[in-house]
């Protein structure tokens, strides 16, 4: 029997990250409730805890695998639907983006 992950979504997101090699940064590449995959990690291994800076919470994971600049990880607990959104924005995508700014402008014709 074929066992399909969660779908996953794609982002973009810069991050750092807590690990057992010290404060490295990051981005988070795609995420669900139940984990995400992640670059920019070094000298880490396969069940290495990790903690993730997002916004004013530090959210915990476990390295799952690695694989070349990829690593897989899994939130415990699982996070919560907001901090999914979170993650899916992309914080350097907004120039000048205030309340309500959408991210992206008109060309001009």
């Given at each position: 029997?074929?066992?399909?992950?969660?779908?996953?979504?794609?982002?973009?997101?810069?991050?750092?990250?807590?690990?057992?090699?010290?404060?490295?940064?990051?981005?988070?590449?795609?995420?669900?409730?139940?984990?995400?995959?992640?670059?920019?990690l070094r000298n880490l291994?396969?069940?290495?805890?990790?903690?993730?800076?997002?916004?004013?919470?530090?959210?915990?994971?476990?390295?799952?695998?690695?694989?070349?600049?990829?690593?897989?990880?899994?939130?415990?607990?699982?996070?919560?639907?907001?901090?999914?959104?979170?993650?899916?924005?992309?914080?350097?995508?907004?120039?000048?983006?205030?309340?309500?700014?959408?991210?992206?402008?008109?060309?001009?014709?």
């Open positions: 029997m074929m066992h399909y992950r969660p779908h996953r979504y794609l982002t973009q997101f810069p991050v750092d990250m807590r690990t057992p090699a010290g404060l490295q940064r990051g981005k988070v590449l795609d995420v669900n409730n139940g984990g995400a995959r992640v670059s920019g291994r396969q069940g290495d805890k990790i903690e993730l800076e997002l916004l004013s919470h530090r959210l915990t994971a476990v390295i799952r695998w690695t694989r070349g600049e990829s690593t897989g990880i899994t939130f415990l607990p699982r996070i919560t639907d907001h901090q999914v959104d979170t993650l899916r924005y992309r914080p350097d995508g907004r120039k000048n983006g205030g309340r309500g700014s959408v991210g992206f402008g008109f060309a001009q014709l």
